[in-house]
């Protein structure tokens, strides 16, 4: 067999083992979103929505949180790009959503909440 061939079927036998393991542990930034956000299926939402699943979907339809107005007209998807601006500074992304959340100033704590965000299905 050749090394590439072996390469290749040890990084499908990772990638199924890893879809298998479930959701990443969360990094130490998501502190400050489980205050208001829960993460698991089935979870009850907080003050803010669950966030299990959310990644890919649009903004303010997934789940049972009653969303302001301001969420559900933005017709955002919950995407890297968007995620970031959201996170950065969510107030700015959508004026007058109810999230009082001054946001994260760090890219690389976002992306590390972003990356996160998407094992969560």
Same mark, same amino acid.
């Given at each position: 067999?050749?090394?590439?061939?072996?390469?290749?079927?040890?990084?499908?036998?990772?990638?199924?083992?890893?879809?298998?393991?479930?959701?990443?542990?969360?990094?130490?930034?998501?502190?400050?979103?489980?205050?208001?956000?829960?993460?698991?299926?089935?979870?009850?939402?907080?003050?803010?929505?669950?966030?299990? &699943?959310?990644?890919?979907?649009?903004?303010?339809?997934?789940?049972?949180?009653?969303?302001?107005?301001?969420?559900?007209?933005? &017709?955002?998807?919950?995407?890297?790009?968007?995620?970031?601006?959201?996170?950065?500074?969510?107030?700015?992304?959508?004026?007058?959503?109810?999230?009082?959340?001054?946001?994260?100033?760090?890219?690389?704590?976002?992306?590390?909440?972003?990356?996160?965000?998407?094992?969560?299905?």
């Amino acid at each position: 067999m050749t090394i590439l061939r072996t390469a290749l079927i040890a990084g499908a036998l990772l990638t199924a083992n890893a879809a298998q393991a479930g959701p990443a542990a969360p990094p130490s930034t998501w502190a400050r979103c489980a205050v208001c956000h829960s993460n698991t299926k089935g979870a009850p939402d907080k003050i803010g929505p669950n966030l299990y &699943g959310v990644y890919g979907h649009k903004m303010g339809v997934k789940g049972t949180y009653k969303f302001s107005d301001a969420i559900k007209k933005s &017709g955002l998807k919950l995407d890297d790009a968007t995620l970031d601006k959201w996170l950065e500074n969510p107030a700015k992304l959508v004026p007058g959503n109810r999230m009082s959340f001054p946001g994260i100033k760090d890219p690389a704590k976002r992306a590390e909440l972003i990356a996160y965000l998407k094992t969560l299905k």
